[in-house]
T-cell receptor, first 115, second 115 residues
Framework: DADVTQTPRNRITKTGKRIMLECSQT?????MYWYRQDPGLGLRLIYY?????DINKGEISDGYSVSRQAQAKFSLSLESAIPNQTALYFC????WGAGDSNEQFFGPGTRLTVL | AQSVTQLGSHVSVSEGALVLLRCNYS??????LFWYVQYPNQGLQLLLK??????LVKGINGFEAEFKKSETSFHLTKPSAHMSDAAEYFC?????????????FGKGTKLSVIP
């Protein structure tokens, strides 16, 4: 079974709709992240969470919100989707302790298309 | 602040030829460095990572990378390309030290392998 899962894997929606992307992990990691990937731009950080009570904005948080429902679950919402939010979205997790490198483990991605 | 530059958004090599993907980084503190690979329609998979233990790092699938502090580089190499190496490769940097959290990615290099 995959350690980091994302649902749905593909989603097509219309402008103005509210969308939620979900991420679950069985790695027992405290830290979780949401990225978006656009061709030629690499991965950009949207939000990150160090634990259930700690949520932080990343590089490109405008138009997005998140919820950390439990250590294992981290959801990304688009309150009112717009076409330029069409992208591939990745969830990732990492553990942190003395000497850890912040190696991140990625889910399979959600391909979102906003028409 | 940290950043990553990957030279060449597309690289083509012949099967059996040397693969060289370039990555330069900037970081105000000693970095951790990573190479991730993304196969079509998949998430990111860790190829290798540098965490200061050794400057020459060996990864999966015959890849290796050398950390050169004087050149602020972490280039990825493989002696002989295989068709299965066709993918997109991302270099990433994370700052070491307490409080570090962010993994900053380069824009990616798409590798094509010509039969």
């Amino acid at each position: 079974d995959a350690d980091v899962t994302q649902t749905p894997r593909n989603r097509i929606t219309k402008t103005g709709k509210r969308i939620m992307l979900e991420c679950s992990q069985t790695k027992g990691h405290d830290r979780m992240y949401w990225y978006r990937q656009d061709p030629g731009l690499g991965l950009r950080l949207i939000y990150y969470s160090f634990d259930v009570k700690d949520i932080n904005k990343g590089e490109i948080s405008d138009g997005y919100s998140v919820s950390r429902q439990a250590q294992a679950k981290f959801s990304l919402s688009l309150e009112s989707a717009i076409p330029n939010q069409t992208a591939l979205y990745f969830c990732a997790t990492s553990d942190w302790g003395a000497g850890d490198s912040n190696e991140q483990f990625f889910g399979p991605g959600t391909r979102l298309t906003v028409l | 602040a940290q950043s990553v530059t990957q030279l060449g958004s597309h690289v083509s090599v012949s099967e059996g030829a040397l693969v060289l993907l370039r990555c330069n980084y900037s970081s105000s503190v000693p970095p951790y460095l990573f190479w991730y690979v993304q196969y079509p329609n998949q998430g990111l998979q860790l190829l290798l990572k540098y965490t200061s233990a050794a400057t020459l790092v060996k990864g999966i699938n015959g890849f290796e990378a050398e950390f050169k502090k004087s050149e602020t580089s972490f280039h990825l190499t493989k002696p002989s390309a295989h068709m299965s190496d066709a993918a997109e490769y991302f270099c990433a940097v994370s700052a070491s030290g307490a409080g570090s959290y962010q993994l900053t990615f380069g824009k990616g290099t798409k590798l094509s392998v010509i039969p």
